[in-house]
């Protein structure tokens, strides 16, 4: 995600639910209009819903749904429901931390297959790393995926979509409990788990390090230096930059460079400004993009009634190309990285990180090599509702240069590497071996 400018106008609504914890009916039908109001207002994809989704039968087939009497992670579920369903991912509802959990247990999706990844030491024996989750609280796995998670899911990208819902299969209330069936080679077996993973998280030893740093960097044979950027969070990026200064002499020497961003979903740009000022050669530089707005005449939508020049403002698409400015350069060309560079990227490559992605395949002409990113590009502004709940919109839209947008299909590989189920039992990363081959030939 980009920088986010909140605007003063957001004051008032969350004064008006500040000071109550837990909204009544009436504040409940005020904030679900406020978010019908801001996607028709603002949302930056128009052209997207026009004729598949209608903003205003939308919004009144949900009023009925709220209930007199809800707290706030049944109003969340309500809202994220109906959010979903802008199929974009900038464009969502959020939850405080707290109110949401999940047991120790983490899986991933290898050939439409859910495969548990992680889990605390205690319950290893039991479910062991590598095993097929089947079924959650009895309902096989795929239906439990589509009818209880996904529909909560917003994503332009339907591989995003499949691995986000993975990535919260197991949500739930705090202290609530799920039903988990693991099938290994044993057969199949039922195990009871508490959501109650964010709570000992201090106390629980995982059976994988929970988290990396923001920054790796090894180097590896033949003089190729390795570095994984997991994070472009803003509160990260001194200790990148700091890694990477550090770095540099050992990557000046460098036969080449592979830079890994498969689990990198985003945070700031200025988070990943410095390296790309090391790798681009131009004095300046910026995102080969266009970006646009969601623009209002209401003069024009009454006309365009008539003139059909003027017809986008009456069906409420027409858009605004923004500026676009151009980075300044100063790093001396003695210091920077001219060797060849290959971009690892992922299913969970996403924002900030897919910005990174644009530049470094279509202004650096890096080799990209992996699995289409998550389609999550844009930037959004962010709405508060009351002390646990908000949401979000994408209001600035990212188009490329051929007029294609990155939200439709994420941002494709030069080659196309897919983890196999075998590969992950067996710890081979092939994609990282095939950069190693590419790069290997760039530099021969």
Known sequence: MKKIFLLISLILPYAMFAQN????????????????????????????????????????????????????????????????QFNESHTRAIIATH??????????????????????????????????????NNIPINDYITDSVSVYISASTSHWKR???????????????L????????????????????????????????????????????????IKLNSFMYSYKDSIENTFINALPQLKRAKGL?????????????????????????????????????????TYAQWGKYYPQLSDYTKGIAMEELMTYNRSNDIPDSLKLNQPVVVLSGDFTGSAAEDFLLLMKYVKKSLVIGTPSVGCI??????????????????????????????????????????????????????LDRAIKELNKLTE
């Open 179 to 226: 039903i988990v069936t693991i099938k290994d080679k044993k057969g199949e077996k039922n195990i009871t788990l508490k959501r109650n993973y964010k709570q000992l998280q201090s106390k629980l030893q995982m059976v994988k390090q929970a988290e990396e740093p923001p920054i790796i960097i090894k180097f590896l044979k033949n003089n190729i230096a390795y």
């Open 163 to 177: 691995n986000k819902s993975v990535l919260e299969l197991f949500n739930g209330r705090p202290n609530s409990h």
């Open 258 to 298: 592979i830079i890994d961003i498969r689990k990198n979903r985003g945070g700031s740009d200025t988070s990943w400004y410095l390296i790309a000022k090391y790798l681009i050669k131009d004095k300046e530089f910026h995102l080969p993009i266009k970006t646009y707005s969601k623009k209002h005449v209401s």
């Open 378 to 431: 844009g930037e959004p502004s962010f709405f508060p509702l009351n002390k646990n709940l908000s949401f979000m919109i994408c209001t600035k839209k990212f188009v490329l240069e051929d007029g294609s947008q990155p939200i439709d299909q994420g941002i494709l590989p030069d080659i196309t590497i897919k983890t196999t189920y075998k590969d992950y039992l067996k710890k081979y990363d092939a994609t």
């Open 21 to 84: 914890e837990k909204m009544n009916k009436y504040e409940r039908i005020y904030a679900l209009s406020y978010i019908w109001k801001e996607i028709d207002y603002n949302f930056a994809f128009p052209e997207k819903i026009l004729g598949h989704l209608n903003v205003d039968s939308l919004y009144r087939a949900y009023l009925p749904k709220v209930e007199p009497e809800m707290d706030d992670y049944e109003f969340y579920k309500l809202l994220a429901s109906y959010i979903a």
């Open 99 to 136: 109110m949401i959990d999940t047991p120790p247990l983490f899986a991933v999706d290898i050939e439409n297959k859910i495969i548990v990844d992680n889990v605390s030491k205690e319950l290893e024996k039991e479910i062991p790393i590598g095993s097929e989750i089947v079924k959650i």
